[in-house]
């Protein structure tokens, strides 16, 4: 099996200079909140229920300004908005097949020194009107799709989740790993995600050289997969993973060493919360050298049914270093969740979040600054 490197067809749409991703946004998304303080910018969806913000990542800092832009699909309009970091300005826009956005990933996957953009879900048309699943590259700066990937068949899932590895087998540039379900997993390789074919295996463990990926991980899931960064400190990558804890109520999220050691358990507040939705490496937020980890709970009911929360946590110890809650009914805070680098300039990493608005989603860039002087650590979704 293999995924071929065909030419370009995505249509590429370059919005305006600063044109915004959507009409403007208020930054709390209710009049008067006073944790609007909090919120550095907010970018809301152009059209109802198209499902923006359903995933989003940092892409990395293509502009040097510090701050890491955020690519956010619509997974209903089949699009990714790519947003500056800095002020949520947006700097370009993919379109694709029905589906594309359910999985984004991003990595110097070249070997450039620049990050790229990979985007999975994307449904192609098949044999007798059947579909496969398709992934396709595209540069982090311009938006230029330089690969594509096919799934091996028709009905074939390929792409419906992507895992940024880093560089795991040592060739200098950052390795892809694929989800394809009911089928095994593929590796894209960095000498192979732009052109060539990956290695297929049932499990990451089988397709990655020891000791890369901790065995814990070894049968999980692709989706369930985050690489965190070195949270403790060990020279090694961290990874976390959403884990249920029915036993005792609440679910849970493990942070696994890059080491051969017990992974560190995270609880969440309740047992429908939703804690561990979505997490990302949330970059050094309390300035104490190791990166910390934040977290989604679309779920939470602390302010509103379904209003959300994110946590922000350290990585070095797991306390709470920043709660933020949605008071907004359904608005579902923390549905996808990352770090936007140092946006305000003092010294910390900020992180963003997506929630809903009614009909649209929006994204906001929250600063981690803790001296900001709130009642309480809240955000209006």
């Excluded at 499902?51 to 209903?76: K, T």
């Excluded at 330089?146 to 390929?158: I, K, R, S, T």
């Excluded at 302010?303 to 110890?317: E, I, M, N, Q, Y």
């Amino acid at each position: 099996m293999s995924a071929a490197f065909l030419s370009c067809v995505l249509l590429l749409t370059l919005a305006p200079p600063g044109d915004r991703a959507a009409p403007p946004a208020d930054a709390s998304g209710v009049a008067g909140d006073p944790a609007a303080a909090r919120v550095l910018w907010a970018a809301r969806s152009d059209t109802p229920w198209d499902g923006f913000g359903a995933e989003a990542l940092a892409l990395g800092d293509v502009d040097g300004d510090g701050a890491l832009e955020v690519a956010v699909s619509s997974v209903g309009a089949a699009r990714v908005d790519v947003l500056s970091g800095k002020d949520g300005a947006r700097r370009y826009t993919l379109r694709g097949a029905p589906g594309f956005g359910l999985a984004l990933a991003a990595g110097d996957f070249d070997g450039d020194d620049r990050p790229e953009l990979a985007v999975g879900g994307s449904r192609r048309p098949g044999a007798r009107g059947a579909s496969r699943g398709a992934v396709t590259v595209h540069e982090g700066e311009s938006g230029l799709r330089v690969a594509e990937h096919l799934g091996d068949g028709a009905g074939h899932d390929f792409g419906e989740a992507l895992v940024s590895l880093g560089d795991v087998d040592a060739d200098g540039r950052d390795d892809l790993l694929v989800g394809a379900e009911p089928t095994p997993r593929q590796l894209l390789s960095g000498s192979t995600v732009r052109a060539g074919a990956g290695r297929w295996g049932a499990r990451p463990a089988d397709l990655l050289p020891a000791p890369r990926l901790p065995e814990a991980l070894a049968d999980e899931p692709a989706g369930t997969l985050v690489r965190l960064g070195d949270v403790d400190g060990d020279g090694l990558a961290d990874w976390g993973r959403a884990a249920a804890t029915a036993a005792e109520g609440a679910p849970a999220l493990l942070v696994l060493s890059g080491r051969p050691d017990a992974p560190r358990e995270l609880r969440g507040a309740a047992a429908d919360d939703g804690f561990g939705w979505s997490l990302a490496d949330a970059g050094d937020v309390d300035g104490d050298g190791f990166d910390d980890v934040v977290v989604g709970a679309p779920g939470d009911d602390g302010l509103a049914p379904d209003g959300g929360a994110v946590h922000v946590l350290s990585g070095r110890t797991g306390e709470t270093l920043l709660v933020l809650r949605g008071a907004v009914p359904d608005g579902r805070l923390g549905s996808a969740v990352g770090s936007a680098g140092d946006v305000d300039g003092d010294g910390r990493a900020d992180v963003f979040a997506t929630s809903r608005d009614g009909a649209h989603g929006v994204v906001r860039v929250f600063t981690t600054a803790p001296d900001v002087a709130l009642p309480a650590a809240d955000a209006r979704s």
